[in-house]
């Protein structure tokens, strides 16, 4: 690692993340057929975490399922409903308190994150009825530019863990003759009206789409993610490094990088554990646009404004970052054809997940699915946080 760029040690981390879950798919498939079996006889899915980014990563998200929901206090659980619950063991005492009251609920628990702390793995494993890992290889030269603390992969092995076995429940389900109804980007065309036709139902009354082998979706979403980090590693940490460095310049000038931050798991990761500090997070889009009131009151002359967007460019925005005298970094997918208008960034880093964000095919079903975009848009937020020397 030393002399290498930070950001291909880190693709390179999450690589050898994906290539653990390959290992334990058929753990994870087991697992899919249990909680498709609890759908079938009418028990509910919940997803439930301390930390608020975990739960938004994966209730009403595109590629996902429409019958997960998200628990709370307020959440009335049975016997026959099932709860995902992951961890990253940045608070271990918050997570065994949640463990317990799930488990105390009477419902299935599947845990999901990295072995906990010693001290608390026993008590907090005994509150789970399956337990999911998804630790990966963490030498400290990696964890050092956060301050030693693996959330910033850790967080996203668990969201890849997540996917996987949603695919595999998914599957498992058609096994059963049911598909379940799974949600399409809104920001695709039509996709609203798709949508508001399957609102409602947990499985679509009428389908096409054959019983699907065990492993295939799991192994499937695997493999296209596994080839998005390989793109990033091949055609990005030039670009990656770039951007750090006049970040680092920024910073070192007084100045101040504002960051707008896609919704869901993406918008979380500003004052994460292991977050260095080196970006402001401004309010959440509005769908794929910044705030341009907040941006002309907080954009000052040699800042940047560093855009993780979604499909498209914000050229509004960048037309007020632009007469503030700031620097732009953009960081989207694109929608499938060249982005026009301008102003341009200064600065792109190119994400290299598809237009509509999912990733998997069902076959016989009408969207792809399992998303991809909340874990790679965070990817490449991370790796350009570990890249920065200020």
């Given at each position: 690692?030393?002399?290498?760029?930070?950001?291909?040690?880190?693709?390179?981390?999450?690589?050898?993340?994906?290539?653990?879950?390959?290992?334990?798919?058929?753990?994870?498939?087991?697992?899919?057929?249990?909680?498709?079996?609890?759908?079938?006889?009418?028990?509910?899915?919940?997803?439930?975490?301390?930390?608020?980014?975990?739960?938004?990563?994966?209730?009403?998200?595109?590629?996902?399922?429409?019958?997960?929901?998200?628990?709370?206090?307020a959440t009335d659980l049975s016997a026959a409903d099932t709860v995902i619950a992951g961890?990253?063991?940045?608070?271990?005492?918050?997570?065994?308190?949640?463990?317990?009251?799930?488990?105390?609920?009477g419902a299935r628990v599947i845990g999901m994150g990295p072995r906990p702390p010693e001290e608390l793995a026993g008590d907090l494993l005994a509150h789970t009825h399956l337990f999911l890992e998804s630790s990966l290889p963490l030498p400290q030269a990696l964890t050092a530019p956060f301050s030693g603390?693996?959330?910033?992969?850790?967080?996203?092995?668990?969201?890849?863990?997540?996917?996987?076995?949603?695919?595999?429940?998914?599957?498992?389900?058609?096994?059963?003759?049911?598909?379940?109804?799974?949600?399409?980007?809104?920001?695709?065309?039509g996709a609203r009206e798709r949508n508001a036709g399957c609102h409602g139902s947990w499985f679509h009354r009428?389908?096409?789409?054959?019983?699907?082998?065990?492993?295939?979706?799991?192994?499937?979403?695997?493999?296209?993610?596994s080839d998005i980090f390989r793109a990033l590693l091949e055609g990005e940490v030039d670009s990656i490094e770039r951007v750090a460095q006049v970040c680092a310049r920024v910073r070192n000038e007084g100045k101040t990088i504002h960051a707008g931050l896609i919704s869901h798991f993406p918008m979380?990761?500003?004052?994460?554990?292991?977050?260095?500090?080196?970006?402001?997070?401004?309010?959440?889009?509005?769908?794929?646009?910044?705030?341009?009131?907040?941006?002309?009151?907080?954009?000052?002359?040699?800042?940047?404004?560093?855009f993780l967007g979604y499909f498209r460019r914000p050229t509004s925005a960048y037309r007020t970052a632009r007469q503030a005298g700031a620097l732009i970094v953009e960081v989207i997918a694109g929608a499938g054809e060249p982005e026009e208008g301008g102003p341009m960034p200064d600065y792109s880093i190119r994400p290299h997940w598809p237009y509509g964000d999912s990733l998997v095919s069902v076959p016989g079903y009408d969207i792809r699915v399992l998303p991809s975009s909340g874990i790679v848009q965070t990817a490449v937020y991370w790796a350009v946080q570990g890249s920065i020397r200020a």
């Open positions: 690692m030393p002399g290498e760029p930070y950001s291909r040690c880190y693709f390179e981390a999450l690589l050898a993340g994906r290539a653990e879950l390959e290992k334990e798919l058929p753990a994870i498939s087991r697992a899919g057929e249990e909680v498709a079996d609890r759908l079938v006889a009418g028990g509910e899915l919940f997803i439930a975490s301390v930390r608020p980014d975990f739960v938004s990563e994966g209730v009403v998200r595109s590629g996902g399922l429409m019958l997960l929901r998200q628990y709370t206090c961890w990253s063991n940045t608070t271990p005492d918050r997570d065994l308190e949640l463990m317990r009251e799930l488990h105390g609920s603390e693996s959330y910033p992969l850790v967080s996203l092995q668990n969201l890849l863990l997540l996917w996987t076995l949603t695919g595999e429940i998914v599957a498992a389900l058609t096994r059963r003759g049911y598909m379940p109804t799974m949600y399409q980007s809104v920001l695709v065309p009428e389908h096409a789409v054959s019983p699907v082998p065990d492993g295939q979706l799991g192994r499937a979403f695997l493999s296209r993610i979380y990761q500003a004052g994460a554990p292991g977050d260095p500090g080196h970006m402001q997070r401004l309010e959440p889009l509005a769908a794929e646009t910044p705030s341009e009131k907040e941006l002309e009151l907080k954009l000052k002359q040699g800042d940047l404004f560093f």
